[in-house]
């Protein structure tokens, strides 16, 4: 049967796979967009030393090999189109053969990949924004530590002869993939623009990298860093070459897409405005971030996640067996993949996620009655039929998530342990808990106005966009005596608006360089969060776009692969086809004149800011805030006058 715009059938199958943090997931998505399965493997990390973050390329791609033959089990192998590969924005090294060479004083050469979030080239970095060159214009004025060319300076500079000297090529780890997959050393447009400093209309700048002490990566047209640049989707050679179809269990011969940065995977899905219930204008710019699940590496703040396929005991028993319509099986084995809940996951976690959907009757978790450990599966019943339709069409759900800026505030705290216990006694995850508590202490006035007196600046890594100033740590100002129940949970509150007053500084700076933008765009588990999403939404002043489906990111591979395979006519199509919006949430106007802008006014009067935002009157018409308390007002005199900087009192 073919679908409307497309000669594709529809056993038409495409496989995503995305590199994150700790670990490596695959999908196998159909042509509707529609996650059939999932798999995930974790990866290595070395630390060797602070700041000094590494993995390995050979250990990543076994991992993309596991999860790849893992989603396609059961499958006609025939059906697969096409395979899509995101990754994060982490330096692969390799030599002239195209094997590994160290990136650390060990020499171990296992070890090729500096992470993403290595912070080792700060010296570099620093040298490379004093040349001011106009290349930096490209991102944003100020190079962040973690792009590549200061990590590319640093290997020159320190491992002269066990690498620089070797190397034969530099990856981005997206590009990496794809030419493990094909054989094909081009580089996708998306890393280079991103990360490299290449411009899509005039190419590389021979004076930069002369001028920073990289003039090396000139000789041979680049061909170090890349001389055939590609837009994301476009179909790499002759695709899938014989042996990586044989590592990754897939069709020799299908189609291999030209890579994304992982968060752009996510955009994909999302950013299809025909979808929304109000079409935005051509030319305005939706700004879109990624928000994703799960355990995280203590210096990380991107995140990966684990998830559940679910369904009903017995589908095929609705008319026989009505009662087991209303009970949810959570599988250890589901028919594919293997998959399953996370240790960790307590009944409150089900609750709070399912809840959603339905009313609950009961939750039963099984366990293994030998050891008495948990077994991953379980049931969710619930009073009516209506619920487990809903959760089953959609197929695939990530339960138990975490962010890593608001887990580093909450579980923190002198009260996280009452917390705990009372979540759990109530059956709700410890957020939920804070969201109801925030709605009781908050009285007759807005939940936003409890922060007054409580700010935080939550830059625990540095800050990447828009200030790109690694210096940077957390700060919390307003602090009391006590330590209850009620101050952590307005902490909690301060950190989420920090955040959120993060994304409108991001939004302000773009906005004072000319671009319109009226939409945000949320995808990841944090977009389960009405608190998160709402003060993105009040604090912005813009509606936030939330997708219907949670694994944004895997679906977004999975519609490179659908685009390389011929059976879209282009990336724009298969996203209009392949992706759905779930809601929209709207800023709540009424509550604008009592909203805290405290952390917005401490950016702009440290000078920190954009430019100190010359749309500021704009701003402060459109956001009244209520007084600032003394010791802030004090607090931020001095960083005016240059006695105080944000550095002080640090977390």
Not at 99 to 106: A, F, G, I
Not at 341 to 369: A, P, Q, S, V
Request: some cysteine; proline content about 5%; hydrophobic content about 40%.
């Amino acid at each position: 049967m073919a679908m409307p715009g497309g000669d594709q059938e529809l056993g038409s199958y495409y496989v995503g796979v995305d590199v994150g943090t700790g670990s490596v997931r695959a999908a196998l998505v159909d042509q509707r967009g529609i996650l059939l399965a999932f798999a995930d493997q974790p990866i290595n990390q070395w630390e060797p030393q602070f700041n000094h973050h590494e993995q390995s390329s050979e250990d990543i791609w076994v991992a993309c090999c596991i999860v790849t033959k893992k989603v396609v089990q059961g499958i006609d192998l025939n059906q697969i189109r096409g395979l899509g590969f995101d990754a994060t924005c982490s330096l692969v090294v390799l030599d002239k053969q195209f094997r590994p060479l160290p990136v650390n004083h060990e020499g171990d050469s296992h070890r090729n990949i500096i992470m993403w979030l290595d912070h080792r080239a700060v010296n570099q970095v620093h040298r490379i924004n004093e040349t001011k060159h106009s290349v930096l214009q490209y991102v944003g004025g100020v190079m962040s530590v973690e792009m590549q060319a200061p990590k590319l300076l640093w290997l020159k500079e320190n491992l002269r002869e066990t690498c620089w000297d070797k190397a034969g090529h530099f990856f981005d780890l997206p590009d990496f993939l794809s030419w493990k997959a094909t054989g094909v050393t081009a580089r996708s447009l998306c890393s280079l623009v991103c990360k490299w400093t290449y411009s899509a209309e005039k190419g590389w700048d021979d004076s930069f990298w002369k001028m920073v002490g990289l003039e090396d990566l000139v000789a041979e047209n680049y061909s170090k860093i890349g001389n055939q640049v590609l837009p994301p989707g476009t179909s790499l050679g002759n695709g899938l070459t014989p042996e990586a179809a044989k590592d990754l269990g897939l069709p020799a011969g299908i189609a291999v897409a030209a890579s994304l940065i992982d968060a752009h995977a996510g955009g994909l899905v999302i950013l299809t405005s025909h979808n929304l219930p109000e079409a935005r204008e051509a030319s305005s710019i939706m700004l879109f971030f990624h928000l994703s699940l799960g355990q995280q590496s203590p210096s990380s703040t991107r995140t990966q996640g684990t998830g559940t396929r679910l369904g009903p005991p017995h589908a095929e028993s609705k008319q026989a067996v009505p009662w087991e319509l209303s009970r949810l099986w959570f599988p250890c084995q589901f028919p594919r993949p293997p998959c399953g809940i996370k240790e960790d996951t307590e009944e409150h976690h089900l609750r709070d996620y399912f809840e959603e959907y339905g009313k609950i009757d009961t939750i039963e978790k099984i366990t293994n009655r030998q050891s008495g450990k948990k077994r991953g599966s379980g049931f969710v019943t619930f009073d009516d039929h209506d619920p487990v339709d809903k959760i089953v069409l959609q197929k695939y759900h990530t339960i138990n998530g975490h962010n890593a800026k608001i887990d580093h505030m909450v579980k923190g705290h002198a009260a996280f342990p009452e917390l705990q216990a009372k979540a759990t006694a109530r059956c709700q995850s410890i957020y939920a808990y804070l969201n109801s508590h925030l709605d009781l202490i908050k009285k007759a006035q807005p939940v936003g106005f409890l922060t007054v007196d409580l700010h935080v600046w939550p830059d625990f890594h540095g800050n990447r966009s828009p200030l790109a100033d690694l210096t940077l740590k957390g700060m919390v100002t307003g602090l009391k005596l006590s330590q209850d129940l009620d101050d952590l949970a307005i902490l909690y509150l301060a950190t989420v608006q920090a955040i959120a007053f993060g994304t409108r500084l991001i939004i302000e700076a773009m906005e004072s360089a000319g671009h319109s933008i009226s939409t945000l765009f949320l995808c990841g588990g944090l977009g389960k969060n009405p608190l998160f999403v709402q003060m993105h939404a009040d604090i912005t002043g813009m509606p936030v776009v939330l997708s219907q489906e949670v694994e944004s990111v895997l679906v977004g591979a999975a519609i490179l692969g659908a685009c390389a395979s011929g059976d879209f006519a282009s990336v724009q199509e298969a996203m209009a086809r392949m992706s759905k919006v779930g809601k929209v949430v709207f800023p709540r106007r009424e509550d604008k004149r009592v909203l805290p802008g405290n952390f917005w006014e401490l950016m702009k009067s440290t000078g920190m800011g954009p430019g100190q935002v010359s749309r500021q009157t704009v701003t402060e018409k459109r956001l009244l805030r209520p007084p600032v308390s003394p010791i802030f007002q004090e607090f931020i005199s001095e960083c005016r006058n240059g006695i105080r900087t944000p550095r002080a009192r640090e977390m």
